[in-house]
């Protein structure tokens, strides 16, 4: 019913930038708050940055003041501005979509896109 493509991962020299992009598609009437979390191998996943509807943004401390979380809510995508990347920011990051509200009127409470590889070179 609800699909989440990410696009814009990639490999970058440590002190680059990348830009991560997600749209959600489908029956969608509106969705509470959209992120990003990550995984690097052996670890759990964690959360990167959120954004609820009306434009309230979090961020990990390990990220602040690099990495810039912002949506549209018009059509449904949300994007992550990472910058001066450091070689520990390298993990497959996902978009997450929590509290969908579907056009049936049905909730769903998380959508996850497939995850996008950041690989960060020292």
């Known amino acids: 019913q609800v699909q989440l493509v990410e696009s814009g991962g990639g490999l970058v020299q440590a002190g680059g930038s990348l830009r991560l992009s997600c749209a959600a598609s489908?029956?969608?009437?509106?969705?509470?708050?959209m992120g990003w979390y990550r995984q690097a191998p052996g670890k759990q996943r964690e959360p990167v940055a959120t954004?609820?509807?009306?434009?309230?943004?979090n961020y990990a401390d390990s990220v602040k003041g690099r990495f810039t979380i912002s949506r549209d809510n018009a059509k449904n995508t949300v994007s992550l501005q990472m910058n001066s990347l450091k070689p520990e920011d390298t993990a497959v990051y996902y978009c997450?979509?929590?509290?969908?509200?579907?056009?049936?009127?049905?909730?769903?409470?998380?959508?996850w896109g497939q995850g996008t590889q950041v690989t960060v070179s020292s």
């Open positions: 489908g029956s969608i009437f509106s969705i509470g708050t």
């Open positions: 997450n979509a929590h509290g969908v509200v579907l056009t049936s009127s049905s909730y769903v409470s998380d959508y």
């Open positions: 954004i609820t509807r009306g434009g309230n943004t």
